[in-house]
């Protein structure tokens, strides 16, 4: 008996010891983490930062071989942009808006549907119509301005937002297609089948039952539709007429930049203003982010 009560006493006390080890390691290997995630962020934070200092500055001292942080800083650089000092700012910002919202509604609704349709049933070609999206994406954007604008020049849409709207949407919705189809896939197909015993039709399932069931993977696809749109030059630039009323902000931007100077406070300014609104929307779906990303890539 006593050598089995000694036995057991030294077992009990290597494995007492054993967690005590792993738990030192593992501070040890936390500490070392999250420095390197303190590290990682000041890497990626920082050249926010400087655009921010930067627009709080002069032009003239903006660009300066031996830059300061707060030296002569103040907000006129702000002030004179929303004033329309510099540029119709506040027309390119409803431009833009206007654009954005009407992108992301209407890619998230065209790629949902087609989603869903290739997701559920089986028709000719549903399998070639995924591999056509995953075909679009390997194109360079450039090589599609002057197909798409004799398509719209046909249409008499050129020059025009809605005409712009409908670029965009050629851009967003085999990504965000491709996205929900293997998020519906996930989804299970009994609940299409209750909701069709319970009389629905096929849309009103899509629209009633699978649709909120996939709001993380609508917030991904509608978030990416909204920075397709947002921040996007050259195809703004080759679509929208010359006026200065009808610029988005991504455009209007070029006004600071001059051949023979860069009012760099100014365009700093305007970058930060510009950002607001990606930040707000990733802030109000970054929930859904996570799980959508993952799901939608489970299946595809």
Not at 31 to 48: D, T
Not at 86 to 101: D, M, P, R, T
Not at 201 to 206: C, D, L
Not at 276 to 287: E, G, H, M, N, S
Request: glycine letters at 6%.
């Amino acid at each position: 008996m006593s050598l089995d009560a000694a036995s057991i006493k030294a077992t009990e006390n290597v494995a007492a010891a054993r967690p005590m080890g792993r738990a030192k390691r593992s501070r040890l290997a936390s500490a070392g983490l999250h420095g390197a995630l303190v590290f990682a962020s000041l890497i990626a934070v920082f050249p926010v930062f400087w655009v921010f200092i930067t627009s709080l500055k002069p032009d003239a001292k903006a660009a300066e071989t031996t830059p300061t942080l707060f030296n002569d800083s103040s907000f006129d650089n702000y002030t004179s942009i929303l004033s329309g000092e510099k540029g119709s700012f506040l027309a390119w910002f409803a431009n833009s808006a206007v654009i954005a919202i009407l992108t992301t509604v209407i890619s998230v609704f065209l790629s949902a549907t087609a989603a869903y349709a290739v997701s559920r049933f089986r028709f000719p070609g549903h399998r070639g119509m995924m591999m056509s999206f995953l075909l679009i994406q390997m194109f360079p954007f450039a090589v599609l301005i002057v197909p798409l604008y004799n398509i719209l020049l046909m249409l008499g849409l050129q020059g025009t937002s809605f005409g712009l709207v409908l670029v965009y949407c050629t851009t967003a919705v085999p990504f965000c297609a491709y996205m929900l189809k293997g998020y519906f896939d996930a989804i299970p197909r009994d609940i299409d089948e209750a909701g069709r015993i319970d009389g629905l039709s096929a849309f009103s399932v899509f629209w009633r039952l699978v649709l909120p069931l996939s709001k993380p993977g609508v917030a991904v696809t509608a978030f990416y539709a909204f920075l397709t749109a947002w921040g996007e030059v050259a195809f703004a630039s080759a679509f929208l007429s010359a006026s200065d009323e009808s610029k988005t902000l991504a455009v209007g931007l070029q006004v600071f930049v001059q051949q023979n100077r860069t009012e760099w406070g100014h365009l700093a300014a305007a970058s930060i203003l510009v950002a607001i609104p990606a930040v707000i929307v990733f802030y109000l779906v970054q929930k859904f982010l996570v799980a959508g990303l993952a799901s939608g890539a489970v299946k595809g």
